[in-house]
């Protein structure tokens, strides 16, 4: 059987420093969660949400897939959108894509990976929305621009879902964001996709 058992050790030390700093830091958190922020971002492990934009537990909830996609009938997705918009009442949620991201890579060759070539083909759909922005750029270009618009089109596609078209009809303050990550130099951009109720036609 294998244990981990330095993970365990690390566990602890991390637990303690942050007791060191802040001894009621769990109990309180414990209480209740209230964070303002969905994350919806890419799975790759060089983009950990709340590390990139450094901050504690309790501040930020997850949902994290290949490529950071939004796809209307994945219940997984949509159970963790509905809690965070009617339950935690977040007022923001953020879609983050990465620069470099192996899933948006795939999406763009043409090789066979098996069983997630079915998950990317939403991705694939980015490029046939968008045909005619690709065309005169090289290889990296494409793939730094599918990653943004793979982005913009998931901003689209969670603003369309009935959990946030019903929040914004309730008058909810909820605002939608697209943003990228450079895994090169750890710093985030605005994709200027913003989108509030104010967007809206109701
Ligand atoms: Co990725």
């Known amino acids: ?12 030390a991390w637990a303690a420093s942050i007791k060191e700093k802040d001894p009621e830091f769990f109990s309180q ?9 969905l994350w919806i971002g890419c799975s790759d492990s060089r983009v950990p949400a709340n590390q990139i934009v450094n901050l504690p537990p309790g501040e930020v909830f ?12 994945d219940l ?6 509905q809690f965070a918009v009617e339950v935690l ?12 991201c192996g899933g948006i890579k795939a999406a763009l060759e043409n090789q066979e990976h098996g069983l997630i070539d079915n998950w990317l083909r939403h ?13 005169g750029l090289d290889h990296a270009e494409q793939l730094d621009l599918l ?13 369309n879902t009935t959990i946030v078209q019903n929040a914004w009809k309730r008058g909810c303050e909820l605002s939608i964001h ?22 809206m036609d109701f």
């Open 1 to 12: 059987m294998k244990t981990l058992k330095y993970l365990f050790d690390r566990n602890l």
């Open 29 to 37: 958190l414990s209480r209740q969660q209230a964070p303002e922020y």
């Open 62 to 73: 997850v949902h994290r897939n290949i490529a950071n996609v939004v796809v209307h009938t």
């Open 76 to 81: 997984n997705c949509l159970s963790v959108v």
């Open 89 to 100: 009442k977040v007022k923001h949620i953020i879609i983050c894509g990465h620069y470099g």
């Open 123 to 135: 991705v694939k759909d980015v490029i046939r929305f968008n045909e005619e922005s690709f065309k």
């Open 147 to 159: 990653c943004e618009l793979n982005v913009k089109e998931q901003v689209t596609n969670i603003c």
């Open 178 to 199: 697209g943003w990228i990550y450079n895994i090169e130099n750890g710093i985030l951009k605005d994709l200027g996709a913003c989108i509030t109720s104010d967007d």
